[in-house]
């Protein structure tokens, strides 16, 4: 069984900053591109960064600029530093990865349980 485990959500003022983290686990053969997206209620889940296992980036235009997304490969690891942070940016974020849990199987989309960032003074 293939998880997602997301952390660093919370509140925070606006102009502040928050880093959040997603950890992968189970039977992993290679991760393909991962990614974080956000919601909020009666919103579409929208993307906010992706990055490739090659570290190619791409990022929504709310946020370009004003956040990084990176990874470790070796830890299964992918962050997101969010920098001027808005109200805005209120959302549920969700990490995403794309997953191959063997040399044999077909890679398939997983996504993390969620965490909440409230930008808020």
């Known amino acids: 069984q293939v998880q997602l485990m997301e952390s660093g959500g919370g509140l925070v003022q606006p102009g502040g900053s928050l880093r959040l983290s997603c950890a992968a686990s189970g039977r992993i053969f290679h991760i393909n591109t991962m990614g974080w997206f956000r919601q909020v209620p009666g919103k579409e889940r929208e993307l906010v960064a992706t990055i490739t296992s090659g570290g190619s980036t791409n990022y929504a235009d709310s946020v370009k600029g004003r956040s990084t997304i990176s990874r470790d490969n070796v830890q299964k690891t992918v962050w997101l530093q969010m920098n001027s942070l808005k109200p805005e940016d209120t959302a549920v974020y969700y990490c995403?990865?794309?997953?191959?849990?063997?040399?044999?199987?077909?890679?398939?989309?997983?996504w993390g349980q969620g965490t909440l960032v409230t930008v808020s003074s």
């Open positions: 995403n990865a794309d997953i191959k849990g063997t040399f044999a199987d077909r890679s398939r989309e997983v």
